[in-house]
DNA sequence: ATTATATCGATAAAGATATACCGATATGCT
DNA sequence: AGCATATCGGTATATCTTTATCGATATAAT
């Protein structure tokens, strides 16, 4: 492991050969080329490397990379040790959705527990995890020392949800709104923007569809 | 309007600039000038300016530009006039919240129905959308033309599904299994990996803690 | 009318990311 | 043993993206 300043680029490639990696059945070869993995991912065999490489130098000539230590290494390198835990505020469709999602463990994600303004939605879920009112939304995340929160309301109500965050002491947000959130500097904003997805699908099909009567 | 291949990383933006402008209220100016949106947004302004002129040279100096011809050159450019179409397989917790959300039609995407394996879960949802058996899925594409699809499964099902999807004139994948898909070259996918989100967040917060000990 | 200012679009420079190339090395084959 | 081959890591090059700079222009103020 030597991680130092991986650009974003890179980070967001790293958790793709991790799951990759980790999805190979149980009798796989103890080695991966990377020339393998990018042909599983469709990627460029030396992007794959240069990746890696960023990682820990742990590639021999003709052999490859040791699958597990692989593994190991990205684990450490992502943070997938450390648990960090994390609380959604929304308790709608969305919201539970994200609270019920078995999957965050293996990314080193704990979702605690969710928040609702609407009191009525207040109590434990099928999964068993609680949704609390709003308004304990502060003197929960003080006492939990929550540094990760998930933006899981409308639009209209996002900006205010937002600065109850980090006036409650959370460093990250994950927004699923679809606005544009204001934030101290020191606070960092990832939306999931779904407008942003669907574009880079619609002009696909656009092209493709054009390509065809041409 | 002139649109000739944008690159990816304008056209992620472009659905940041529509989002804003439409959420100005009605009483706002007529004009909003590049410097505006940059603060706003939190972009530079000479990347705002880069971008609209990517899509028109409407601005004019010293006034802006006129907010409501920006909206339509950029619904014409993002292709939010014509409906897409889509369906969803999987009609678990995540499948049945897109299923519902509204907010898709703003970006000119219509959520028709979805499909489930297990036929327990066919019939009508609350929002007055079908639930098919996945079996009927390629009669059903092919009769409604559905060119995009979203897969909402776990990932050991996704290539099974992303396959059924190929076999049934689907063109465009949205993916939100944790898996790699491998598809014919002319099909694009584009992946909702929670894992790369989560990775950025986590890594700005330990860049964060670290901070504070030093 | 002249000057000051905000803002534009275009071009140039800088920075980030991806690709191509090459020498080194570990294995298998003759 | 010696050669062919797959594969690595590093350096160099090319491409893509962002940021800086500048002259032009439309309005407002003097």
Redesign the interface.
Known sequence: MKQNS?S?AV??R???Y???LR?LPANAPENISATTIAN???LGEVQVRKDLASVCNLGRPRIGYMVSCLINELEAV??YNKI?DTIIVGA???G??LL??E??K????NMVSAFDIDESKTGLTETGKNIYPLSELKKRCKEMQI??GVIAVP?EQAQSVCDLMVESGI??I?NFA???L?VPK?I?V?N???????????????E??NERQS
């Open positions: 991986l974003k980070l967001e790293l958790p793709v991790l799951q990759y999805s599983e991912l469709g992502l943070g960090n709608g469709k969305l539970k959705a019920a999602y999957g965050f293996n990314y080193g994600f540094k990760i639009a460093l990250a994950w679809p606005i544009h204001n020191n960092l990832h999931e923007n779904m407008a942003t997805s669907l574009v880079l699908l619609s002009s696909h099909l656009t493709q569809l």
